[in-house]
């Protein structure tokens, strides 16, 4: 989606403002074991609620200048890591121990951010900034999506190693919806003169270069996708992170509820999650959280907002968690991380989207994106296992769009029997303190 920044101070000045005595504060982000690690670490002025991102070196320590008196140091490196807090001030040296929940690579699942931009198109970072920032994210897989522009290929797959593959891509930036290309080579033309003809056309040369398709952000107004009855792209972006995930007003412009409706009329359509990124750093956030009514003054979809939902219980804590890369992303679950396991992946819609919570789910032993045959029988066997940083409210299963089977969950390893009959879909949604939020793909009942 296309971003339109308000006018605010770079770098880390939001803290400093016009205070004149400043000092160096230090410090470094480490594992349980001691290990540096990169990561971001929000810093908070509590009496001003002025605040600022800065992102660790690869090593896990940061540098920054800030203003007299006591600041709150928040680090974070992405929801296979708890969270770490600690007051400090000017001059002094502060340690932040982060720890370990699950190692998901481990057990065979790759969180990966699909959509994002650098400063090759409407994006605040280059190719390199975005690459870095995404592995302090605990990101494994990423992708650039520059509208209209592959130039930012070269300097982007530079930054592969060991624990990050960068994939290739761009936004095809139309009037009919925006679609991000992944795995290209080439330019995708975004003209689309002759309608759903061109939308047809624009998936064809995607995946005649090997790639795959992904409708952005569906139901954004005036970016939204017009070719309803055209489904030849391999998956839906069902959470942008220019949104909060889910309510009533939230429903109506982002795509989860659409793809429901998708499935519920008998189509097998793919789901993922991305950040959609534009600012690493998010200073947008910083200023709807210091200033709500000028920022939503300057922006009119916080505007909006910001008329139909609660500030303090809603805008607030989605404006703290902060959009950076990785806000939302999609676990997918690979064999070995490769660029067509990616895209055969994403297909098939084996894993789950999240924006923290993580949840690994099996229905009959069959991971998301599985047909399920049941025979005579009217019920099939739910697994999952929860992990999360912060505190979770529960799980709920849905059949056809409808919760079935509801459960308080506080992290653990739960066993459910969900009543189905042949033609359902179903989907395991987990919940917890707001924001937070994840959903599987689904699951098809034959």
Known sequence: MRHHPIPYALGLALLLGAVASAATL?????????????ARVLVIQPLTRESAAVYTKPDGHF????????LRLIATHGPEWTIAETEAAGGEDRTL???RLVDMPARGYYGADLHMHSTYSDGKQTPAEV??????????????????SVDQQPEWLAQANAGFMPLPGMEITTAMGHIIGLNLRDKVSNDVAKGAADLERIFAQVHAQGGFAIVAHPNAPSENYQAPQLHDYDALEILNGSIPPYSSVFDFVQGRKAWHSLLSQGLKIAAVGDSDNHDN???QARELL????????LDKRLAMMARVVSFEQVLEPWGWKGLHPG?????????????????AAVRQGQGFVTNGPLLIASLDE???????????????????????NRPLDKLVVLVNGQPSVTVQSSGASLQLTVPVKAGDWVVAELYGQWPEFATTNAWYVR
């Open 26 to 38: 230090t410090g470094k982000v480490v594992s349980d074991t001691g290990e540096g690690l990169r």
């Open 281 to 283: 750093l998010n200073r």
């Open 366 to 388: 069959q991971p998301p994106g599985s047909e399920l045959k049941i025979g005579e029988r009217q019920s099939v066997n739910l697994k999952v296992e929860t992990f999360a």
């Open 327 to 343: 806000f939302y992303r999609t676990y997918l679950q690979l064999a070995e991380p490769t660029p067509a396991a990616v895209a």
């Open 131 to 148: 690459a870095g920032d995404c592995q302090a994210e605990g990101l494994q897989i990423a992708a650039l999506t520059d509208h209209e």
């Open 63 to 70: 540098s920054l200048e800030v203003p007299e008196g006591k």
């Open 290 to 297: 210091r200033h709500p009514a000028k920022a939503a003054q």
């Open 97 to 99: 121990v982060l720890k």
